[in-house]
């Protein structure tokens, strides 16, 4: 099935350090997602993006949907050690309704 | 208000048999997403369901089948299991599934077939 890549496959970091991910498309999205994922656990929503350049934050998590409409990006400040988990994004193209995931980004934060 | 439920959480069968999972979405939700996630191919879309038809189909065998009740609650079955069902099951709702809605998961139902 079609997933969109997303960059780095998984991270090692340091507590305290910020962390940066993203998410790439060939296709034109109108909505992007984040989620994170706990081991055994569904994916939560982290943050929503509705419109090109937009910039959103939900605590230390700050996500942009890109320019060209084909990326977003994902940050994260001064990670602590629950930040552990893979975050996925999913990004949802005109005309449809259907939501398509990437690959994930597996996060390690080291104490 | 309530998150979406998937019930039961773990379930092991065998080979050939077949298995029945159940999602209650967030009160009010009227669309329900399956969703197979393995390490290998990550979240794959199976269908969709919206007041109680099948509205999107992703591309799995017709093993794979569900249905929607007029509560909104879905079911998703599968029929003769091979080992490569093995995976977590997720159950996602929306308000109407439509453009630009937020999508809620479930906790999943992780099935090991032996």
């Known amino acids: 099935g079609q997933q969109l890549n997303q960059s780095p496959q998984s991270m090692f970091i340091q507590e305290g350090e910020d962390v940066s991910m993203n998410c790439t498309s060939s296709?034109?999205?109108?909505?992007w997602l984040w989620y994170k994922q706990d081991p055994g656990e569904g994916p939560v929503l982290l943050i929503a993006l509705y419109k090109a350049g937009e910039l959103t934050s939900n605590g230390r998590l700050t996500a942009q949907f890109g320019i060209t409409r084909k990326d977003s990006f994902l940050n994260i400040s001064a990670s602590i050690p629950s930040d552990v988990g893979i975050y996925f994004c999913?990004?949802?193209?005109?005309?449809?309704?259907?939501?398509?995931f990437g690959t994930g980004t597996r996060l390690k934060v080291l104490a | 208000k309530a998150g979406v439920t998937q019930t039961p959480r773990y379930l092991i069968k065998t080979r050939g048999q077949q298995v029945t999972l159940s999602c209650s979405p967030i009160s009010g939700h009227r669309s329900v997403s399956w969703y197979q996630q393995t390490p290998g191919q990550g979240l794959q879309f199976l269908f969709e369901y919206f007041s109680e038809t099948q509205r999107n189909k992703g591309n799995f065998p017709g093993r794979f089948s569900g249905r929607q009740f007029s509560n909104s609650r879905s079911e998703m079955n599968v029929s003769t299991l091979e080992l490569g069902d093995s995976a977590l099951y997720l159950c996602a709702s929306s308000l109407d599934g439509g453009a630009a809605e937020k999508l809620f998961f479930g906790s999943g139902t992780q099935l090991s077939v032996l």
């Open positions: 296709s034109i999205f109108n909505t």
């Open positions: 999913a990004g949802q193209a005109s005309g449809t309704y259907k939501y398509i």
